[in-house]
């Protein structure tokens, strides 16, 4: 189950943050062998990040991953050892981003053998910073990647600022998938709250074709979900 489904999540300590891992030596020990075997001594060429357990949350679990090379590295900290996931960039079909508050979960759904899996990578919010350059990479673009610098040149548009300011600012992410938008599909419905039934708030929707996919956004109270969709791939970058 996902972390954002939870009830209740512990607000988490900063030694429960993911950090990047700088230099071979960082690497935590569970998992130092699969990533020293898996580079092959070209640490420079790689990003690595490290998410410990979260001690108070049910199913957490600690885990590192690693891209560069058109391939993704996932190890993971299990009851019986480490496992190890690698797959091509190339395999990848669809992003999703989860925030709801100070928690957050990155999925990747990717296709093997003609079968369709997935990644989970729950982390803390407040280090967006870290997953942001990945998500950037899995779709094509350079890690470093703003979707303001697309939007400065192909503006969204306005109608879209009258409907909902909210859907409007998180819209930018369609930029990762092309260089603008003028179609989209707008829809919101309002929903009881259910701990105040005489209260009401905004659930929305959008969705966004570009020319390398389709962006998708959720909105409701406070989380926000974010989907990539992706028809196809962008040269190595």
Same mark, same amino acid.
């Given at each position: 189950?996902?972390?954002? /489904? ?22 935590? !020990? ?9 580079? $092959?001594?070209?640490?420079?060429? =790689? ?15 600690? =885990? ?17 050892? @480490?496992?190890?996931? @690698?797959?091509? *960039?190339?395999?990848?079909?669809? &992003? #999703?981003?989860? !925030? ?10 990717? #296709? ?11 982390? &803390?919010?407040? @280090? ?9 990479w899995i779709l094509? $673009? ?8 697309k939007e400065m040149?192909?503006?969204?548009? $306005? ?21 603008g938008f003028e179609?989209?599909? =707008?829809?919101?419905?309002? !929903? ?15 969705? &966004?074709?570009?020319? *390398?996919?389709?962006? !998708? ?15 196809? /791939?962008?040269?190595? @970058?």
């Amino acid at each position: 189950m996902s972390l954002l /489904k939870k009830a209740i999540v512990p607000s988490p300590t900063l030694a429960e943050w993911p950090v990047r891992i700088w230099e071979p030596e960082d690497f935590p !020990r569970s998992f130092v062998d699969e990533a020293l075997e898996w580079m $092959q001594g070209s640490f420079k060429k =790689y990003d690595f990040v490290y998410a410990p357990l979260r001690y108070l949350v049910k199913g957490s679990f600690a =885990y590192l991953f690693g891209y560069g090379y058109d391939e993704i590295l996932f190890l993971k900290e299990t009851a019986q050892g @480490v496992s190890k996931e @690698v797959i091509q *960039r190339e395999q990848v079909i669809k &992003v #999703q981003t989860n !925030r709801e508050l100070s928690n957050a979960e990155f999925i990747i759904t990717y #296709q093997e053998r003609g079968n369709e899996k997935t990644l989970s990578l729950p982390y &803390v919010a407040s @280090v967006y910073y870290l997953f942001d350059p990945f998500l950037n990479w899995i779709l094509g $673009q350079r890690k470093d990647f703003s979707p303001m610098s697309k939007e400065m040149d192909f503006p969204r548009p $306005q109608a879209l600022y009258q409907e909902s300011l909210a859907a409007y600012n998180y819209s930018l992410g369609a930029y990762r998938l092309g260089s603008g938008f003028e179609d989209y599909s =707008y829809t919101a419905k309002p !929903r009881h709250i259910k701990w105040m039934p005489w209260k009401k708030e905004l659930e929305e929707w959008l969705e &966004v074709p570009m020319e *390398r996919g389709i962006f !998708r956004l959720h909105l409701w109270q406070y989380q926000l979900e974010c989907t990539y969709l992706l028809s196809k /791939k962008e040269e190595n @970058v």
